[in-house]
């Protein structure tokens, strides 16, 4: 990296344009690390996490003087700061879930599901998937009810086929909630959109974007499953505490928003407000317990389940973001799409569409920096347009999404049988929603 200062440049615009060039390159080759993360068997939070510190050791060694130092480094925890805000919010969130997974508040779902027929399973399950989503989130939504589908649906087949539409449920349903995507909640942690414009705009597009592929499939989908059986072990469980635990824990993640709108405090600090109650509850139905029994119900047990890489990569792939934001690129390429593309509405769309082979986190995190808030202003149409893009596009491919990858490694399901079963239905559901959107948006 030292090539940076030793090198005798002859002049300044030779430097920036050999430090913008490594960048991109470092940024590229990291991104193709992480689309690949199975073929090279390389976790994609390790590649994250060396291209985002690349980037900006690139960025600041090629600094003329220690007041340019000082300048990136104010940059970078600047950055940092927005950062950190999205991370605990996600933490707060997944050991909140875990909670109450722990002590099986989830089953009180699947004990509403009692018909035997296919076709009705199949839309009480995407429809309770696109409203969980919404509360929770479309990762955690995907792993809740794949858990219920293998419990409900034998055939791996026909399950194959409910988890597919699992997947277009919890990235539909995720899209119109602030807390329900993560690249919805960067949008309204970044001041881009707000709870009470996002909900009204997007549900119904976002609804659209289900029902279309969900009516289209229903047509092949018959016959009945065997009846649902009931664990007998788990009924000996207190289903006053399993209640208890998820009515808390919900209604933490659904105060979100309200405790934004009252305190003006950024959203993690009302996750964090949610799991401290959580947590206060879980200790206090579990005080009567044994230890041994008592470390399952734990905090500390949730905290070592949920999916810390995930953090990681998030981490690692917002600061390369933070690094070509910093360095003006996004700018710049923000400036040559409105010169070739013009249209905002083609921009956002090709951004979704994109979002199905790269993951959308990043594409988001480019486009908040690519546009800022003196182009378009909060709640301004591209960027509750951005939410339902980035949020259902990625269903397109399995590996578009969270939620998809999820799905994709619990279920074994291929990338091609995906694409020929599935991803078809998700990009006739996608245009659909974004076509609703459009009118919607121009007549009210």
Same mark, same amino acid.
């Not at 219920?148 to 194959?160: A, C, G, H, T, V």
């Not at 934004?260 to 407000?273: A, D, E, R, S, Y």
């Given at each position: ?16 344009? /050999? %430090?913008?060039? &490594?960048?991109?390159?470092?940024? =590229? *080759?990291?991104? !193709?690390?992480? +689309? ?39 940059? /970078? %925890?600047?950055? &940092?700061?927005?950062?950190?805000? =999205? *991370?605990?919010? !996600?933490?707060? +969130? ?53 858990? !219920? ?19 277009i449920a919890a990235n539909s349903g995720g899209a119109w909630s602030p807390i329900g995507d993560v690249t919805t909640t960067m949008l309204w942690i970044g001041g881009q959109i707000t709870s009470a414009h996002i909900i009204p705009s997007l549900i119904l597009p976002s609804l659209i974007s ?216 998700a990009l006739v559901g996608y245009f659909a929603g974004a076509l609703v959107f459009i009118v919607q948006s121009t007549f009210f």
């Amino acid at each position: 990296m030292d090539v940076f200062r030793r090198v005798p440049f002859r002049n300044i615009v030779s430097k920036l344009i /050999l %430090m913008y060039t &490594f960048i991109v390159v470092v940024f =590229i *080759l990291g991104y !193709l690390a992480i +689309a690949f993360e199975h073929k090279i068997n390389i976790n994609k939070a390790a590649t994250a996490l060396l291209t985002g510190v690349i980037c900006w050791s690139v960025y600041i060694l090629s600094s003329e003087d220690a007041d340019s130092t000082h300048h990136i480094l104010d940059h /970078l %925890m600047e950055h &940092f700061g927005e950062i950190s805000g =999205i *991370l605990f919010f !996600l933490l707060g +969130a997944m050991t909140i879930v875990e909670l109450i997974d722990a002590h099986d508040g989830f089953d009180a779902v699947s004990d509403l599901i009692n018909t035997t027929s296919k076709r009705k399973l199949l839309w009480i399950i995407c429809l309770i998937a696109f409203f969980l989503s919404a509360i929770l989130d479309n990762l955690t939504t995907t792993i809740v009810m794949v858990s !219920l589908s293998r419990k409900l649906i034998q055939d791996k087949n026909e399950r194959m086929l409910f988890i597919g539409m699992i997947v277009i449920a919890a990235n539909s349903g995720g899209a119109w909630s602030p807390i329900g995507d993560v690249t919805t909640t960067m949008l309204w942690i970044g001041g881009q959109i707000t709870s009470a414009h996002i909900i009204p705009s997007l549900i119904l597009p976002s609804l659209i974007s289900l029902l279309l592929p969900l009516t289209i499939i229903s047509f092949s989908i018959k016959g009945n499953i065997d009846p649902i059986k009931k664990s007998e072990e788990k009924d000996k469980k207190s289903k006053s505490d399993r209640n208890i635990i998820l009515f808390v824990g919900v209604g933490a993640l659904a105060f979100v928003p309200v405790f934004k709108l009252i305190t003006h405090l950024p959203p993690f600090m009302g996750v964090l407000f949610g799991l401290g109650v959580l947590w206060v509850v879980s200790e206090f139905i579990n005080k009567d317990k044994d230890e041994a029994d008592k470390e399952t119900y734990s905090i500390i047990y949730a905290l070592r389940k949920i999916d810390t890489s995930s953090i990681l990569f998030f981490l690692g792939i917002l600061i390369a973001i933070a690094a070509l934001q910093s360095t003006g690129q996004l700018s710049d390429l923000a400036s040559f799409m409105d010169d070739k593309i013009g249209n905002e509405s083609i921009i956002v769309m090709t951004i979704g569409l994109a979002s199905a082979i790269i993951d959308n986190v990043p594409l988001v995190a480019a486009a908040m920096g690519m546009y800022d808030l003196s182009v378009y202003a909060q709640d301004h149409f591209f960027w509750s347009f951005m939410a339902y893009c980035a949020g259902t596009g990625g269903s397109i491919l399995i590996i578009g999404s969270a939620a998809g990858v999820a799905a994709m490694g619990m279920e074994k399901i291929q990338f091609f049988w995906y694409l020929k079963r599935i991803g078809w239905l998700a990009l006739v559901g996608y245009f659909a929603g974004a076509l609703v959107f459009i009118v919607q948006s121009t007549f009210f």
